[in-house]
């Protein structure tokens, strides 16, 4: 079993930046690769960032390509998610994700462990 609890989230205007972070127990952390994903009101769950066990490889949805960078701390066992020149687009609840890979994946059916959700609202 892995535990994710999420964190970082709250109210921006357009242009600022917030740190989401994502804890996790459970299970040895350094050995997996963990994602982020999003799920805005009336959308579906889509995909935002990931990141291999090491931290050497990761990948990101166009959307969010060159403002949000994915990063660990295996030394205590979080993942961060910096988002700058954030957009009102940007507004959705964001989890955390732990797949049983060692390397990045995109989809969701990939990830086995979920966090609760951290809310994260642009305003224009």
């Known amino acids: 079993q892995v535990q994710l609890v999420e964190s970082g989230g709250g109210l921006v205007q357009a242009g600022g930046s917030l740190r989401l972070s994502c804890a996790a127990s459970?299970?040895?952390?350094?050995?997996?690769?963990m994602g982020w994903f999003r799920q805005a009101p009336g959308k579906e769950r889509e995909f935002v960032a990931t990141?291999?066990?090491?931290?050497?490889?990761?990948y990101y949805a166009g959307s969010v390509k060159g403002r949000f960078t994915i990063s660990r701390d295996n030394t205590r066992n979080t993942v961060y998610l910096q988002m700058n020149s954030l957009k009102p687009e940007d507004t959705a609840v964001y989890y955390c994700?732990?797949?049983?890979?060692?390397?990045?994946?995109?989809?969701?059916?990939?990830?086995?462990?979920w966090g609760q959700g951290t809310q994260v609202t642009v305003s224009s």
């Open positions: 994700a732990a797949t049983g890979s060692s390397y990045t994946r995109i989809y969701s059916y990939n990830y086995d462990y």
């Open positions: 990141i291999d066990w090491s931290g050497g490889s990761t």
């Open positions: 459970g299970r040895t952390f350094s050995s997996y690769a």
